[in-house]
């Protein structure tokens, strides 16, 4: 079973993507904010981090930073979760180091399998 870290401040999409892991076997922790998310990671060590772009205080791209300059946190994959939808966005999530991007309003659907297949896309390498 693989343990996901969801990094999110909405405390609905907290819940409602917890529910839809927890569904396809994922072990879920969640943080409502970046500087939570990262002493989770520390103390979890989990094996896929989704996060939240928009957030107070300490944003996805800056929790991204901080969780890459971890020795020992900056092999987890990074998945962002964010209502951000223009061109670009994507690509910018990417060049901070994620491993994929989920578009909200997420496709209950597909939520959790895309974060499977992200994973496993992540842990075979380039």
Same mark, same amino acid.
Request: with cysteine.
């Given at each position: 079973?693989?343990?996901?870290?969801? %990094?999110?401040?909405?405390?609905?999409?907290?819940?409602?993507?917890?529910?839809?892991?927890?569904?396809?076997?994922?072990? %879920? %922790?969640?943080?409502?904010?970046?500087?939570?998310?990262?002493?989770?990671?520390?103390?979890?060590?989990?094996?896929?981090?989704?996060?939240?772009?928009?957030?107070?205080?300490?944003?996805?791209?800056?929790?991204?930073?901080?969780?890459?300059?971890?020795?020992?946190?900056?092999?987890?994959?990074?998945?962002?979760?964010?209502?951000?939808?223009?061109?670009?966005?994507?690509?910018?999530?990417?060049?901070?180091?994620?491993?994929?991007?989920?578009?909200?309003?997420?496709?209950?659907?597909?939520?959790?399998?895309?974060?499977?297949?992200?994973?496993?896309?992540?842990?075979?390498?380039?």
């Amino acid at each position: 079973m693989s343990k996901a870290l969801l %990094v999110e401040d909405n405390e609905n999409n907290r819940y409602l993507f917890t529910l839809m892991l927890e569904h396809a076997g994922f072990s %879920v %922790v969640a943080a409502p904010d970046g500087l939570s998310g990262l002493e989770m990671a520390r103390a979890e060590r989990p094996d896929v981090i989704l996060l939240d772009i928009q957030m107070p205080e300490m944003d996805g791209y800056e929790l991204a930073e901080c969780l890459k300059q971890d020795p020992v946190l900056f092999s987890i994959p990074l998945i962002g979760v964010s209502s951000f939808a223009m061109p670009g966005d994507r690509d910018k999530a990417m060049s901070f180091g994620f491993a994929g991007y989920i578009e909200k309003p997420v496709d209950p659907d597909r939520f959790a399998s895309t974060v499977q297949s992200l994973l496993q896309s992540a842990k075979a390498g380039p």
